[in-house]
């Protein structure tokens, strides 16, 4: 009689296995899962294992966190032998990684490597349960203070009966093991110093910086201001802190920041992100979105974003910390030092890091911070003493556990992948400002549905042109009182969709429809524009890729037009267009 549990696999582990085996001499090495965050650090080490035949890897969660959502999805992706938690207590492997605590990771059969799944070991946490092992909700301790369990170097995480759960304690500073030291000596022994895959990666893709920037649509003259949060009540996007900022912080951001000089971007912890569910979090920040913000992908997209970022609005969460250790100037909006260890690192860059005043302008805020940038020392010397040497160090670590020699070939991380391409989508009214400071120059500043009028011209060399305002909406807008109303209409696409016809026709079509609209724009690409003017002119603008948004370009040309400027003076001269202190060129060109 078959009395194996529902769901337990059978091959390749399992009392039959060595029936169906293929290769059934492998040494096992399980990847402990506690939630999608911890098993995105795990999914660093993955490749340590590549191309050896002596390993079969195999995974589990141990259902101990509370944010259980996403996992499977991950895992099915990795399609490694997925066990269920029990089946994996009782399998005898030669190898454990784990990055995390939680679950009962002291009754696993074999080696256990345990690794941090942020920028070292920071949080303090209520004590565990003593049957699961299971942070309470994760919540930070409320009073916490220099006697408060720090979560993964205190006796109520590290020891079971008073013996070091792992095996190999991975530290990525020696600061650490100074703390580790003083909070658990019994664990002390097991630390061992394996540096910070997560940072390495993101050191090795550095000379990316462009591409990344380019796969997020920023474009000559933007800067790309990423929105950073962490979860808890306490964080940036939470609503428990003495204030709850993000509902103001969000329309401010596409509101007051001009859209063609910012490029905005968003990362949450995987944590809110699966909590809460990925639906909820775009319902919440669909407004945002409609104005251009970017909703990053939790898992592969954050790192990119930092290395393409010139500046982060963040809190005292990991992703801030590795910001800074970059270089990169990071503002804090939520500070909290309740939740920290406070002889942490990440404890004192909340000291010390510029603080967001929600109260005063968000654009003169984040100015000064990128003009006045001073890199602060600490993040990035201590968020790992062997740059670049992850690989080598925790495969040594690994193959020693496992018992076996390290393979002849080099120890190496993947690189980090070129995102999708993702340009901004603005489908919510933009006020356009524009000045013309001279002939064939057009000043322009443009705002996602902005609370207010906005404040201050576009700038321009000379005092020459009044500040003129026009309204840009794009066709797919949410508001149809905004298409009725606006001034230039424009939309983004492929020339030969069928859906919509040819540029010149979709231009055609929208002037009919709409009486009120002057121009109309259709993006062909990154620098190509199609536009038909009430007055009949079929036009062409085009620019370098990298210049500033063709549907900038259209407002610009609506402008001029408005302005003064004779057409045939723009065919022959073409339009400068300036975007702050900016300057593109576009070419005008008649068709048909």
């Keep these: 009689m078959d009395e194996r549990p529902d769901g337990w696999i059978?091959?390749?582990?399992?009392?039959?296995?060595?029936?169906?085996?293929?290769?059934?001499?492998?040494?096992?090495?399980?990847?402990?899962?506690?939630?999608?965050?911890?098993?995105?650090?795990?999914?660093?080490?993955?490749?340590?294992f590549r191309d050896d035949t002596r390993v079969q890897l195999l995974a589990t969660c141990t259902g101990s966190s509370p944010f259980q959502a996403g996992v499977a999805q991950l895992l099915a992706e990795v399609a490694v032998p997925v066990l269920p938690w029990e089946q994996a207590l009782r399998t005898p492997v030669a190898l454990a990684v784990s990055a995390s605590f939680g679950g009962q990771l002291h009754a696993l059969q074999g080696k256990l490597a345990v690794l941090s799944h942020g920028v070292g070991y920071n949080k303090t946490l209520a004590t565990p349960d003593a049957g699961r092992r299971t942070p309470d909700a994760g919540r930070r301790t409320p009073d916490a203070g220099s006697d408060a369990p720090v979560f993964g170097m205190s006796p109520e995480w590290l020891l079971a009966d008073g013996t070091p759960i792992a095996d190999a304690m991975v530290l990525s500073h020696p600061e650490q093991l100074v703390r580790l030291r003083a909070a658990c000596p019994p664990a002390a022994p097991t630390a061992v110093l394996g540096g910070d895959p997560c940072f390495?990666?993101?050191?090795?893709?550095r000379p990316h910086r462009d591409r990344f920037r380019r796969a997020l649509g920023v474009r000559r003259g933007q800067r790309l201001l990423v929105l950073n949060s962490t979860w808890n009540p306490e964080s940036l996007f939470g609503d428990g802190g003495a204030e709850d900022l993000l509902p103001s912080l969000l329309p401010r951001l596409t509101g007051e920041l001009p859209a063609d000089e910012y490029r905005l971007a968003a990362?949450?912890?995987?944590?809110?992100?699966?909590?809460h569910g990925p639906g909820q979090i775009r319902a919440w920040l669909h407004r945002a979105r409609r104005g251009g913000l970017a909703l990053l992908d939790p898992l592969e997209g954050w790192r990119q974003a930092l290395l393409a970022a010139d500046a982060v609005i963040g809190d005292h969460g990991s992703v801030s910390y590795y910001a800074a250790a970059l270089g990169i100037p990071v503002l804090l909006g939520a500070a909290p030092l309740s939740g920290l260890d406070?002889?942490?690192?990440?404890?004192?860059?909340v000291r010390t890091a510029p603080r967001l005043d929600p109260r005063a302008p968000l654009r003169g805020q984040v100015e000064s911070l990128l003009d006045g940038h001073r890199p602060l020392p600490g993040p990035a010397a201590l968020t790992t003493s062997a740059p670049g040497a992850s690989a080598a160090l925790l495969r040594k670590v690994f193959y020693?556990?496992?018992?076996?020699?390290?393979?002849?070939?080099?120890?190496?991380?993947?690189?980090?992948?070129l995102p999708p391409y993702d340009p901004p989508l603005r489908t919510a009214p933009l006020r356009v400002l524009t000045r013309l400071p001279r002939a064939g120059e057009i000043a322009l500043r443009r705002f996602a549905e902005p609370g207010h009028e906005p404040a201050g011209e576009p700038p321009g060399e000379g005092s020459a042109g009044d500040v003129a305002a026009h309204l840009a909406v794009h066709e797919d807008t949410a508001d149809p009182g905004a298409a009725a109303s606006a001034d230039v209409i424009f939309r983004y696409g492929d020339p030969a969709d069928p859906r919509l016809g040819p540029p010149a026709n979709w231009c055609a079509e929208v002037?009919?429809?709409?009486?009120?609209?002057?121009?109309?724009?259709?993006?062909?690409?990154?620098?190509?524009?199609?536009?038909?003017?009430?007055?009949?002119?079929?036009?062409?603008?085009?620019?370098a890729p990298s210049a500033a948004d063709p549907a900038a370009g259209a407002s610009a040309l609506h402008a001029a037009l408005a302005g003064g400027t004779a057409l045939a003076e723009l065919v022959a001269d073409g339009l400068t267009v300036r975007t702050g202190s900016t300057a593109h060129h576009f070419t005008v060109t008649p068709l048909g």
């Design 10 to 48: 059978r091959v390749p582990v399992g009392d039959e296995s060595g029936r169906w085996d293929t290769r059934g001499r492998c040494l096992r090495v399980l990847f402990v899962v506690h939630n999608v965050t911890s098993a995105t650090r795990l999914l660093d080490v993955l490749p340590l």
């Design 200 to 205: 390495d990666r993101m050191l090795a893709a």
């Design 267 to 275: 990362v949450l912890h995987p944590n809110i992100w699966h909590g």
């Design 342 to 349: 406070p002889r942490s690192p990440v404890a004192e860059f």
């Design 400 to 417: 020693r556990l496992i018992g076996i020699p390290e393979p002849p070939w080099p120890a190496l991380l993947d690189p980090l992948p």
């Design 511 to 543: 002037l009919a429809r709409w009486p009120h609209c002057a121009l109309a724009a259709y993006v062909t690409g990154p620098g190509d524009c199609t536009v038909r003017t009430r007055a009949g002119d079929l036009l062409r603008l085009t620019a």
